[in-house]
């Protein structure tokens, strides 16, 4: 199938998972951390997909890759967001490990997406 938009990519889609799983994890943590982790969690998760597909709408090649290094970005920080929550004993080990589970299978559409389109700007016109 070939890609026509952002929402044909794989890694947007499951860049949107994760967000689901991150909202449905912090719905249980305390309401104190409302803006704190809370909102930490779900901002670097949100940043993900929004930043793939952003990248995938701008016209130079330069520019996708760019944004997919923030996306990278964005899934490293949330890692260390949701170890942060399990040490704080908001986030049990197994809800930890379904979602980084999530965050690895991401990162490696991501790192494959950038490989890919470094190939092909490598290419002669």
Known sequence: MAVRNYRDLKVWQK??????????ITELF????????IGQIRRAAVSIPSNIAEGNGRDHLGDY??????????????????????????VDEPRLDEVLVGTAEVGRMLSGLKR??????SQPA
């Open 116 to 121: 890919s389109l470094r190939r092909r700007r």
């Open 30 to 37: 305390p309401r104190g951390e409302l803006y704190g982790l």
């Open 15 to 24: 860049g949107v998972d994760l967000v689901v799983q991150c909202y449905r």
């Open 65 to 90: 890759l760019r944004h997919l290094s923030f996306a990278s970005g964005s899934l490293k920080e949330l890692e260390t967001q949701l170890w942060i929550a399990n040490r704080l004993e908001f």
